[in-house]
């Protein structure tokens, strides 16, 4: 059994107060004058009471609120340390150096004017939107500080554009296409084109003369 005052792995917690409570319910089973569910109950809450109050640095006998002050104070003072804040500092304070910290590593990503938690998010969006903005201009062709207005009518220009080269295109392929021409030759000894051909004799014609 593990040591109460070696508190385990958060991940291994869970277990760990499980394995208490099959203990618990064991135990309570085997003796045949455990027949009463409350006592059952009082005897898991105070199994938990004590294994959770040794690994927060609790009294044996302490309350679930005593016990939780405990848990809130040690965990204020880890998170504190780690954000470089004095120990006893409250979660205000605690809070407010970890969104400075943020900040401020966001205003270095997007290159932002920045000092030690000086800029603001408002500062931080105002140089990601000119970023952003600066891009669209360079890739629609406007200048680098063209306002959205300007980008918008030149990208819808150069969409119409296209659309027109390609209707454009479209007309003229049909307009080169071949067409089926009927030809008709006149002449004067030709026979009337809506009459049958007629045989004019039945004397073989001498093609020498």
Known sequence: ???????????????????????????????PEGTDYDDLDEKIDEKLRRTVAGWVGAPEDADWKTIGERMDAKTRSAIGK??????????????????????YNVARLVRAPH??????????????????????ASLVGTEKDADWQAIGDRLFDQVRQAFDKVAKSEKKG????????KIEIE???APDAGAPPAVESEKPVDPEG
């Not at 005052?5 to 135990?27: F, Q, R, Y």
């Not at 500092?89 to 809070?95: G, L, N």
């Open 1 to 31: 059994m593990q040591d109460n005052h070696t508190p385990p792995n958060p991940e291994d917690m869970g277990d760990h107060l499980d394995e208490e409570i099959k203990e618990t319910v064991h135990d309570w089973a085997n003796n």
């Open 115 to 136: 000092e030690e938690g000086d800029a603001s998010w408002t500062d931080i969006g105002t140089k990601v939107e000119r970023d952003v903005r600066g891009w669209m």
């Open 82 to 103: 780690w954000v470089g804040v004095e120990e006893d500092a409250d979660w205000a304070r605690i809070t407010a150096r970890i969104d400075n910290r943020v900040r």
């Open 174 to 181: 049909d307009a080169d296409a071949p067409r089926s021409t």
């Open 187 to 189: 002449s004067d000894d």
